[in-house]
Nanobody
Framework: QVQLVESGGGLVQAGGSLRLSCAAS????????MGWFRQVPRKEREFVGAINWSGSRTYYADSVKGRFTISRENAKNTVYLQMNSLKPEDTATYYC????????????????????WGQGTQVTVSS
């Protein structure tokens, strides 16, 4: 079992920055990959990016590449999503997720690959 709790969401102006955190507990944090997703009402959840268990590899959606950065501190059981140059279209509820059964070199972007999810944190970008 893995429990995930996101924090750091809020209201920011376009062009600004926010850093989301996701604190994990339960299973050994350094043993699994992590992902970030986002969702707006009446739309499917969208992949944002992922990071492997050690933090040595990341993978991003084209929509955020160059603006968002995922990192992790295994000693603190925490993964981060640094969001820069925010746009109004980045407004969404952001979720972190754990892929505890990966067994693959490649980072997953599909929702079904992730086994545990946080409750989400709202990010609103005003124009």
């Amino acid at each position: 079992q893995v429990q995930l709790v996101e924090s750091g969401g809020g209201l920011v102006q376009a062009g600004g920055s926010l850093r989301l955190s996701c604190a994990a507990s339960g299973r050994t944090f350094s043993s699994y990959d992590m992902g970030w997703f986002r969702q707006v009402p009446r739309k499917e959840r969208e992949f944002v990016g992922a990071i492997n268990w050690s933090g040595s590899r990341t993978y991003y959606a084209d929509s955020v590449k160059g603006r968002f950065t995922i990192s992790r501190e295994n000693a603190k059981n925490t993964v981060y999503l640094q969001m820069n140059s925010l746009k109004p279209e980045d407004t969404a509820t952001y979720y972190c997720a754990a892929d505890v059964n990966s067994g693959s070199y490649y980072l997953a972007r599909a929702e079904y690959a992730y086994d545990y999810w946080g409750q989400g944190t709202q990010v609103t970008v005003s124009s």
